[in-house]
C-alpha cells in the first residue's frame, strides 16, 4: 500500500482569455517540483509515495478514482495555487469521494495566504500546510501515520471541533543545500513541455525566496533570498543531462542571474564537466553585463526571458520594480549582441497605468526588437502589496478572494483587475488581444524569423508564434464581424 499520494490538479488559466488558456495548457507543462521535493524528503524519511500530475497525463475524473482505490493512500496531497483552486477542489471531491476515510492535505500559494478561509468553506480539507512545504508535511505524514499529534506542528491550519486553527508560524526555512533533489523519477518525464523547448525537458530551481520588492509578488516570498551553490546544482543537472537524457532545462528562478559569481561559476562547471544540453532563465533588466552574458551562451543558454513590465516611468515606480527604460532596452541589446534569444514580459493595467501609457509600452516593446513578447494584464493577487493598494481604494472588495474562495473558485463578478482612470475590463482584454495581434503579425517580423530560423527547432518555435498570430488574427475579424452583426441587428429592431 503507497502510504501517501501527492497530486497535482489541472492548471486552468483564469483571466489571460479562453484562447491563451487552451493555448498555454497544451504549449507549457512543466514538472510539479514543488511536490517533487516534498516527495523526496518522505522517501528518505522511509514514507511511501506515489505523485499522480493530472496536469501533464490529463487524468480524467474516473481515472483518478480507480487509481486511488487502487493505490488505498493514508494521506493524500493536493497543490494549490489560487487559480487553481477551482480545479483542486474538484480534485479533492474525487479524492473523498473514492476514500471517504482518507487524510487529505492541501498546500501550496493558495494555502499560504487564504488558508483559514479555505478550510472554512471546503470540509473535504483535513489540513493544510502554509509556506515551504517539506517539513510541515513530513512531520504531519509521521506523526499521523503512526497515530501521533499531528496538529502540533508549525505551519500548518486545521480543523478541531468545528473551528479553524492556525498553528505557530515558523519563519526559519531549511538550508537549500541540504534538501534533498526533487523526485523527478515518480513523474511522467516525457510528458513535459515548454513553448520554445524541444526534446526531452525539464525545470530546475537553484534558489527559494526574493531579494526584491515588487507590488505584485506574494509578500511571503520576500522573507529572505536562499541561493543554492554552484557545486549542489552541478550535481542536479549531471543528473538530469547524463543520468537522464535532457536537453533542455529551463532555470525557473525569479532571477536566476541575482549572484554573477555564482552563475559565472556554475557557466565553468557546466563547461568544465562537458554537459550538452540548451538552457533558458528569467532574470531582471539590471542584472546581466556583457561579460556574464558570454558565459551564459558558452554554457548552453539560448534563450533569457525579462520582466519589463511597462515603459512608464511611473508606473514602473509604483510597482517597486527597481529599473529604469534604460534598463530594458540595454538589456535587451546585451542579450540580442551575445547571440541569446530574448523573451520581454509586458504587464498591462498597473497602478497609473493609461490607455495612454498601454500605447506607450506597447510601441515600446516594438522598438525594443525582442525575440518574443507576452503580454499580460495585471491581476491583483491576494498576499500581495498591489492587492493592499487596490482594497485601500476601493478598487476591489476586501472580501473578494473570500467569496472567490466561498463559490468554489468562480470570480464574484469582474475579474481582479485593477480598474482606474477610465480603463475598463473589455479595454485591458482587447488591448492585450490585439497587442499580440500587432506584434506578431509584422510583416518584417515574420520575414526576420524566416531569415533567421534555419534550424529545426528554431523552425518550429517559429511556427507556434505563427499559430497564435493568426489565430488572433482570426479571432479579430470574428469579433469584428460580430460587432457589425450586432449593430445590425439593433438598427432593425
Known amino acids: 500500500m503507497t502510504e501517501v499520494v501527492l497530486i497535482n490538479p489541472p492548471d486552468f488559466i483564469k483571466g489571460e482569455g479562453k484562447f491563451f488558456s487552451k493555448f498555454l495548457s497544451r504549449e507549457k507543462i512543466l514538472p510539479p517540483l514543488g511536490l517533487a521535493y516534498i516527495a523526496s524528503v518522505l522517501k528518505q524519511n522511509g514514507i511511501s509515495v506515489k505523485i499522480i500530475d493530472i496536469n501533464a497525463l490529463g487524468v480524467p475524473g474516473k481515472r483518478l478514482k480507480e487509481i486511488l482505490v487502487m493505490m488505498n493512500p493514508s494521506i493524500v496531497g493536493i497543490t494549490c495555487n489560487t487559480f487553481t483552486f477551482r480545479a483542486a477542489m474538484d480534485t479533492a471531491r474525487i479524492v473523498k469521494d473514492s476514500l471517504p476515510g482518507v487524510f487529505l492535505v492541501m498546500g501550496g500559494p493558495h494555502i499560504t495566504v487564504l488558508g483559514e478561509e479555505t478550510l472554512r468553506y471546503h470540509k473535504e480539507i483535513d ?23 499531528w496538529c502540533a506542528t508549525d505551519n500548518i491550519i486545521y480543523r478541531k471541533n468545528g473551528c479553524v ?141 525579462l520582466g519589463i513590465e511597462s515603459a512608464s516611468q511611473r508606473v514602473l515606480d509604483n510597482l517597486k520594480k527597481g529599473i529604469s527604460m534604460e534598463d530594458a532596452a540595454r538589456a535587451v541589446r546585451l542579450i540580442r549582441e551575445a547571440g541569446i534569444q530574448s523573451v520581454a514580459y509586458f504587464m498591462y493595467g498597473s497602478p497609473g497605468d493609461t490607455p495612454g501609457t498601454m500605447k506607450q509600452t506597447f510601441r515600446f516593446s516594438r522598438e525594443l526588437q525582442p525575440d518574443y513578447a507576452y503580454y499580460s494584464i495585471t491581476i491583483l493577487h491576494p498576499g500581495t502589496e498591489l492587492y493592499d493598494y487596490a482594497e485601500e481604494r476601493g478598487y476591489i472588495s476586501r472580501d473578494y478572494w473570500r467569496q472567490y474562495v466561498e463559490r468554489n473558485g468562480s470570480f464574484p463578478g469582474r475579474p481582479p483587475y485593477l480598474i482606474e482612470r477610465g480603463v475598463t475590463p473589455e479595454f485591458l482584454e482587447r488591448f492585450q488581444r490585439n497587442s499580440y495581434l500587432f506584434f506578431y503579425m509584422r510583416p518584417g517580423y515574420i520575414l526576420k524569423k524566416i531569415l533567421h530560423n534555419k534550424g529545426k527547432e528554431s523552425i518550429k518555435v517559429f511556427f507556434k508564434v505563427s499559430r497564435i498570430a493568426f489565430a488572433l488574427a482570426g479571432n479579430f475579424i470574428y469579433l469584428k464581424i460580430l460587432r457589425i452583426l450586432k449593430k445590425g441587428s439593433l438598427k432593425g429592431a
Open 127 to 149: 489540513c493544510g500546510i502554509v509556506s515551504e512545504g517539506e517539513a510541515p508535511m513530513l512531520e504531519v505524514a509521521r506523526e499521523y501515520l503512526s497515530g501521533g499529534n
Open 165 to 305: 486553527i492556525t498553528n505557530r508560524r515558523n519563519d526559519r526555512p531549511a538550508e537549500v543545500n541540504s534538501i534533498p533533489m526533487p523526485a523527478r523519477e515518480l513523474l511522467p518525464e516525457n510528458s513535459y513541455r515548454e513553448f520554445f523547448s524541444h526534446g526531452k525537458t525539464t525545470s530546475l530551481v537553484t534558489s527559494r525566496g526574493c531579494a526584491f520588492a515588487c507590488a505584485f509578488c506574494a509578500k511571503w516570498l520576500k522573507s529572505g533570498l536562499r541561493l543554492r551553490s554552484p557545486e549542489n546544482i552541478i550535481l542536479e543537472l549531471e543528473k538530469l543531462v547524463n543520468g537522464c537524457g535532457y536537453r533542455n532545462i529551463i532555470f525557473y528562478d525569479d532571477t536566476f542571474t541575482v549572484s554573477e559569481d555564482r552563475i559565472r561559476k556554475l557557466c565553468r562547471l557546466i563547461i568544465g564537466r562537458r554537459l550538452k544540453f540548451r538552457w533558458s532563465c528569467f532574470t531582471r533588466a539590471d542584472r546581466i553585463n556583457p561579460d556574464l552574458l558570454l558565459d551564459m551562451r558558452k554554457a548552453g543558454c539560448r534563450r533569457v526571458s
